[in-house]
């Protein structure tokens, strides 16, 4: 059992930055896939960003592509997203989620960030 829980949210105006964190609990952390999905009112939930375990590799959708990084510390259990060059498009709540390599589905959830970008 994984629990997540992320932090870092906020407001800030166009072209700011913020860095989401995600912490979490148990001792298996270093072994999963960890992802940043983010969701709008009125729209789907959208898949942005994604770490391997260990750290070696990455995926980003095009929409935050060049504007945002995931990162991770394994030793601090701990996943970011630095968020840069923020629009006001970026406005969602912002969830962390973790998966075992293996599984296509993501198992554990976080409860969630809001991330409120101004013009």
């Known amino acids: 059992q994984v629990q997540l829980v992320e932090s870092g949210g906020g407001l800030v105006q166009a072209g700011g930055s913020l860095r989401l964190s995600c912490a979490a609990s148990g001792p298996t952390f270093s072994s999963y896939f960890m992802g940043w999905f983010r969701q709008a009112p009125g729209k789907d939930r959208q898949y942005i960003a994604r770490?391997?375990?260990?750290?070696?590799?990455?995926y980003y959708a095009d929409s935050v592509k060049g504007r945002f990084t995931i990162s991770r510390d394994n030793a601090k259990n701990t996943v970011y997203l630095q968020m840069n060059s923020l629009k006001p498009e970026d406005t969602a709540v912002y969830y962390c989620a973790a998966k075992r390599p293996l599984i296509s589905e993501y198992e554990y959830w976080g409860q969630g960030t809001q991330v409120t970008v101004s013009s």
């Open positions: 770490i391997t375990a260990s750290g070696s590799a990455t």
